[in-house]
């Protein structure tokens, strides 16, 4: 029995169309469309930075409508303690080579230049550095001399604890001088001075406080070592150890004791200027610091709404207290 089998015919697939299609797939992509909230913080992030440089810039000349000192007021006012200090070894200025810009002809020119160099204010600089310096080792001789006031026969009582004090004080003054001689060479107290920006106000007041104070260090260091050269001319021997390394380690003569007391109490008065007029300055500058704190503060009080709320420009605010 046969049996009839049907073949149906197998047709290929169409392989065009399927390729097709899938291309016109993958080239059809979504657009995207950007928000009007995006815009508006790309257009707020530009401003940003332009809106801060014009806040700086109005910090920078001023502070609540009340405008800046200009450059070297400050140093100006304070020129009665900085002369002081000069002769103590304590201030210089020191010319800055990079300050100048490629571009200047003084700076190009080497004939300008060896002139700018010799000009009466560069030579007075170079003189008060050199000054200084000779000052500092002086300085830190007498603090190594005064090293030597201790000896085998010190025994524990009043006598020790003089020597002890004495040593101590001596070697403060030192630091004192490297810290103030550090600062004048590396510039930092020049640039405080010059470019702190500072209110009128302040100028005027750190003029007369800077001036005060000079008057009463003057004052107090002529009454001092008046009274103590007398007491120390009047003094037994027991006080001759500022004389050191003499009479604690090298025998000295009766004849020649005056002078070496003489020359033993220069070195032991010379550490009063310097204390005196480092803490002078210490005053000056808090005082600057104080009032400028004081003054935000008290403009701050007046920018508060009632009900708490501030009605300034709180970033001016913050600018000006980190400055």
Same mark, same amino acid.
């Given at each position: 029995?046969?049996? @009839?089998?049907? %073949?149906?015919?197998? !047709?290929?697939?169409?392989? &065009?169309? /399927?390729?097709?299609?899938?291309?016109?797939?993958?080239?059809?992509?979504?657009?995207?469309? %950007?928000?009007?909230?995006?815009?508006?913080?790309?257009?707020?992030?530009?401003?940003?930075?332009?809106?801060?440089?014009?806040?700086?810039?109005?910090?920078?000349?001023?502070?609540?409508?009340?405008?800046?000192?200009?450059?070297?007021?400050? $140093?100006?006012?304070?020129?009665?303690?900085?002369?002081? %200090?000069?002769?103590?070894?304590?201030? &210089?200025?020191?010319?800055?080579?990079?300050?100048?810009?490629?571009? *200047?002809?003084?700076?190009? @020119?080497?004939?300008?230049?060896?002139?700018?160099?010799?000009?009466?204010?560069?030579?007075?600089?170079?003189?008060?550095?050199?000054?200084?310096?000779?000052?500092?080792?002086?300085?830190?001789? #007498?603090?190594?001399?005064?090293?030597?006031?201790?000896?085998?026969? *010190?025994?524990?009582?009043?006598?020790?604890? %003089?020597?002890?004090?004495?040593?101590?004080?001596?070697?403060?003054?030192?630091?004192?001088?490297?810290?103030?001689?550090?600062? #004048?060479?590396?510039?930092?107290?020049?640039? /405080?001075?010059?470019?702190?920006?500072?209110?009128?106000?302040?100028?005027?007041?750190?003029?007369?406080?800077?001036?005060? $104070?000079?008057?009463?260090?003057?004052?107090?260091?002529?009454? *001092? $070592?008046?009274?103590?050269?007398?007491?120390? =001319?009047?003094?037994?021997? *027991?006080?001759? &150890?500022?004389? =050191?390394?003499?009479?604690?380690?090298?025998?000295?003569?009766?004849?020649?004791?005056?002078?070496?007391?003489?020359?033993?109490?220069?070195?032991?008065?010379?550490?009063?200027?310097?204390?005196?007029?480092?803490?002078?300055?210490?005053?000056?500058?808090?005082?600057? &610091?104080?009032?400028?704190?004081?003054?935000?503060?008290?403009?701050?009080?007046?920018?508060?709404?009632?009900?708490?709320?501030?009605?300034? #420009?709180?970033?001016?605010?913050?600018?000006? !207290? !980190?400055?």
């Amino acid at each position: 029995m046969h049996r @009839n089998f049907k %073949m149906t015919a197998v !047709h290929p697939l169409s392989r &065009f169309n /399927i390729m097709t299609k899938s291309t016109r797939v993958s080239r059809r992509r979504p657009r995207r469309s %950007m928000s009007v909230d995006a815009v508006n913080s790309v257009v707020s992030d530009v401003s940003e930075p332009k809106q801060h440089s014009e806040e700086v810039h109005s910090e920078e000349a001023g502070f609540c409508g009340e405008p800046f000192a200009d450059d070297g007021e400050m $140093l100006s006012s304070l020129s009665p303690l900085l002369f002081s %200090m000069k002769l103590c070894g304590m201030y &210089f200025q020191r010319g800055d080579r990079h300050r100048r810009r490629a571009d *200047d002809p003084e700076w190009s @020119n080497p004939a300008a230049a060896a002139a700018a160099a010799t000009t009466p204010g560069a030579s007075s600089t170079r003189l008060l550095r050199a000054y200084a310096t000779v000052v500092l080792i002086l300085v830190w001789l #007498n603090a190594v001399r005064f090293a030597s006031v201790f000896s085998r026969s *010190d025994r524990f009582g009043a006598i020790l604890f %003089m020597k002890m004090t004495v040593f101590t004080w001596i070697g403060l003054t030192a630091l004192m001088q490297t810290a103030y001689y550090h600062a #004048n060479h590396t510039g930092q107290l020049l640039k /405080i001075l010059r470019k702190l920006p500072v209110t009128q106000d302040c100028v005027r007041g750190a003029g007369r406080y800077a001036t005060f $104070l000079t008057a009463f260090t003057w004052t107090v260091l002529v009454v *001092d $070592l008046s009274l103590g050269a007398y007491f120390f =001319a009047k003094s037994n021997a *027991d006080h001759d &150890f500022i004389l =050191a390394p003499f009479v604690t380690h090298i025998p000295v003569s009766d004849d020649a004791i005056k002078i070496a007391r003489i020359f033993g109490y220069l070195g032991y008065a010379s550490a009063f200027p310097v204390i005196f007029f480092a803490h002078a300055m210490t005053n000056v500058m808090v005082y600057i &610091f104080y009032s400028q704190f004081k003054k935000v503060k008290k403009n701050f009080r007046r920018a508060l709404l009632e009900g708490g709320q501030f009605g300034g #420009n709180l970033s001016l605010f913050r600018l000006r !207290h !980190h400055r």
